[in-house]
């Protein structure tokens, strides 16, 4: 299977113009898709959030509208399987960062929108900015998972932050990409597979142990568009399935989160599937490429990155199959609707990519890590 087979289904999804659509040569043999890029927020009312790329380009994407007072211990259940001074989730509607893991329980902060609208930030505790939900540092500059967080004086020195950032401090996200697969393909049937695939083969991840067969009311969907990413955390892959403006969607989980205390509806209801480690293998929580450094909520309409390949590429987005047919879009679907999505028998995740194919004559291949 070459890399054209792999992503035009991707390519006509999204309504890519053909001329890009005709690209037919594999990524980079490191497995890298994406670019690396930091984002840096100065810490003080009115401060810049700016975004450079490795060529040194620079970007303002935002204004700091206000500052966090405290941070929030203990923060949701899945934030101490992250990486302490680390992106824990990256999502339409906030940027949780983890602090420390302190008795079990993950400390973070966050970042938002001006929306404000994510429960998990906690009150007091997050950076609130003039950015809009689902756009740049939310959107199409949006950090994967696991991406490092590092804190500086205003002299410039760094620190580890243990509680709320000093006014006049900075802190920047180093969006540092992981080796990830063209996509992940999962079987919606007890014992389906989990399966991501690369250029050289394929990895089984894991099993689906319950299956997904209706669509729920998740917060933050509203701000995302049908059959994308909503957000990603150690313990969530949280798809939507209502067009911008709506609230619709399902969330995928690993089985040690369906055992969490706040998830145990999970196993009555029908919009989370749960999926599990291959026999004798490590947990799914925190792991790549599925609950850490690869999916992110990507452009939104109408945003652009550096170049067209770069502004589709950089954009996840999630196909179906109904009762073993064609791949096609997402059935766009609002509010809780617990059959819904009951006549679909495999779900597709693409990753997003920015890395043209064969640029500085990179060797035509892609290896499992």
């Known amino acids: 299977m070459n890399f054209l087979t792999m992503i035009l289904p991707l390519f006509l999804a999204a309504d890519l113009p053909p001329a890009l659509a005709s690209a037919a040569a594999l990524p980079p043999s490191t497995g890298i898709l994406d670019g690396s890029f930091t984002i840096t927020v100065e810490l003080t009312p009115g401060g810049a959030i700016t975004v450079r790329r490795e060529d040194g380009q620079k970007t303002v994407l935002g204004r700091v509208k206000d500052l966090p007072i405290n941070s929030r211990w203990p923060s949701f259940t899945a934030s101490a399987w992250g990486r302490e001074q680390g992106v824990v989730a990256s999502a339409v509607n906030a940027i949780h960062i983890l602090l420390s893991v302190e008795k079990g329980k993950g400390r973070t902060i966050s970042l938002l929108p001006e929306e404000t609208i994510a429960p998990a930030a906690g009150p007091g505790a997050a950076i609130v900015t003039d950015i809009k939900a689902g756009r740049a540092v939310f959107g199409a500059w949006a950090p994967p998972v696991g991406s490092r967080v590092v804190f500086e004086r205003s002299d410039g020195g760094p620190y580890l932050a243990k509680d709320a950032p000093r006014k006049g401090d900075v802190m920047k996200i180093m969006a ?110 925190g792991t790549g490429p599925l ?79």
């Open 291 to 369: 609950f850490s450094g690869g999916l992110l909520p990507g452009p939104a309409r109408g945003e652009v990155l550096w170049d067209l390949w770069s502004s589709y590429g950089r954009k996840p987005l999630v196909l179906a199959r109904s009762k073993g047919g064609p791949w096609g879009k997402m059935p766009a679907l609002s509010g809780r609707q617990d059959h819904a999505l009951e006549g679909i028998t495999h779900l597709r995740i693409y990753y997003p990519f920015t890395m043209e194919p064969l640029r500085d004559g990179a060797d035509p291949s892609h290896r499992l890590p």
């Open 176 to 285: 540092d990409p992981l080796p990830c697969p063209y996509f992940v393909e999962l079987e919606n049937r007890p014992g389906g597979r989990v399966t991501a695939w690369y250029g050289d083969g394929v990895r089984v991840l894991g099993r689906v142990i319950r299956p997904l067969g209706g669509t729920g009311r998740f917060d933050g969907t509203i701000f995302q568009d049908t059959g994308r990413i909503r957000a990603n955390h150690p313990g969530v892959i949280d798809v939507c399935t209502s067009p911008e403006g709506l609230v619709g969607g399902f969330q995928i989980i690993p089985l040690e989160h369906a055992f969490s205390r706040e998830m145990l509806g999970a196993w009555k209801m029908t919009q989370w599937m749960i999926i599990g480690p291959e026999m004798g293998k490590v947990d799914l929580k």
